[in-house]
């Protein structure tokens, strides 16, 4: 079985069975949630300064920005 936790970067480690979507920054359904969310104190920006590409959901209500395309974050996670 494959390892449960994730290094998407250098600096940042995922639990694969916490993730419950990876999404680009542009979606209509990431700009709601981000803005929800950025009112409840939910959301982890860990893109180190870099322009925000990604977010990921995940099941504690909790959302990480990242600086990588979703495309790749999609693949480090479930390797698709």
Not at 27 to 49: C, P
Request: glycine residues 6%; aromatic residues 4%.
């Amino acid at each position: 079985m494959s390892d449960p936790i994730v290094k998407i970067n250098d600096n940042v480690y995922v639990v694969r069975d916490r993730v419950v979507a990876i999404v680009p920054i542009s979606s209509t359904i990431s700009r709601r949630i981000r803005a929800s969310n950025q009112l409840g104190g939910k959301m982890l920006n860990a893109s180190y300064g870099k322009e925000c590409r990604t977010v990921i959901f995940l099941n504690s209500g909790h959302s990480l920005l990242l600086a990588e395309s979703a495309k790749e974050v999609r693949k480090k996670i479930w390797g698709d």
